[in-house]
């Protein structure tokens, strides 16, 4: 599994909604949901590509 980057994925979302939304909007709630719930994912995803388990399934592959 290829690793991930989550400061290259911030950039290439600013770069696709930047016309449309400006970095001075204050935060709604579900902004904030929703942070949680990508971050928590990007977590999850960290974790796999560093596990020692998931190099061991990549080798059985």
Known sequence: MDSVNPLNILKLLQSDYEQHFQL?????EFDRMLKTIIKDFLDVQID???????AIEEDLA
């Open 24 to 28: 001075c909007d204050s935060p709604s």
């Open 48 to 54: 796999l590509a560093g596990s020692p388990i998931s």
